[in-house]
């Protein structure tokens, strides 16, 4: 099984919906994950940081359920810039490093 | 700052040439790794090194080399390029070596050998 397992979408929404991405994770033991955001033919960028107590910065909550292993994004009130694919990644910590393990992305695209 | 700076933005080589590509950042950071993009697969890690003269394999590390001899720079070698390594090469930078911290990402190089 993958590490870190996305439903790659596309989810074609209108304007002013919600929408809700899920992520899957393998490794029990991470701690923290985090939802960037890549936009076509750019590098990725850091949305939201998601601990145990989850997380929300405006229209966007991210939530972790550690029982069932997965972490999940909302976006409310969608906007045509929210367009973008949603990278879920979750750490791998070793012995005074560790390595990211990205999704292959959500796709979204907000329709007028 | 310019945050973490990535050339050439676009190569083409063809079968068996070698190349590096470059990467910088001037925030001091301690972390620093190399992945890769293709249709389909995601963002793969190839390299990571989490100081000066400190460097480490990622998931795909094959036909690649690295190097850390500052805090600044981390080079990508292709050592004989193969049409596999077609992609898109993302340099990304931490601040932290042992706690994942936010990446910051350069603009990527995009590579086609063919």
């Known amino acids: ?26 490794n029990s033991a991470s701690q923290s994950f985090f939802w960037y955001r890549q936009d076509c033919r750019k590098e990725p ?9 989850g997380n929300e910065d405006g229209r966007f909550t991210a939530q972790l359920n550690r029982a ?15 367009s973008a694919t949603y990278l879920c ?24 | 700052n310019a945050g973490v700076t990535q050339t050439p933005k676009f190569q083409v080589l063809k079968t068996g040439q070698s190349m590096t590509l470059q990467c910088a950042q001037d925030m001091n950071h301690e972390y620093m790794s190399w992945y890769r993009q293709d249709p389909g697969m995601g963002l793969r890690l190839i390299h ?25 720079d981390f080079p990508l070698r292709l050592l004989s390029a193969a049409p596999s390594q077609t992609s898109v090469y993302f340099c990304a930078s931490s601040y932290s070596r042992d706690s994942p911290y936010e990446q910051y990402f350069g603009p990527g190089t995009r590579l086609t050998v063919t």
């Open chain 1, 45 to 53: 960028k850091l949305l939201m940081s998601v601990y145990s107590s």
């Open chain 1, 1 to 26: 099984r993958k590490e870190v397992e996305q439903d790659p979408g596309p989810f074609n929404v209108p304007e002013g919906a919600t929408v809700a991405f899920n992520c899957t994770y393998s």
């Open chain 1, 68 to 82: 069932s292993q997965y972490i999940s994004l909302l976006i409310r009130d969608s906007k045509l810039s929210d």
């Open chain 2, 48 to 72: 990571y090194s989490v100081g000066a003269g400190i460097t480490d394999q990622g998931e795909v590390p094959n036909g690649y080399n690295v190097s850390r001899s500052t805090t600044e």
């Open chain 1, 89 to 112: 990644v979750a750490p791998q910590l070793g012995a005074g490093s560790y390595q990211l393990t990205f999704g292959k992305g959500t796709k979204l695209s907000v329709i007028p």
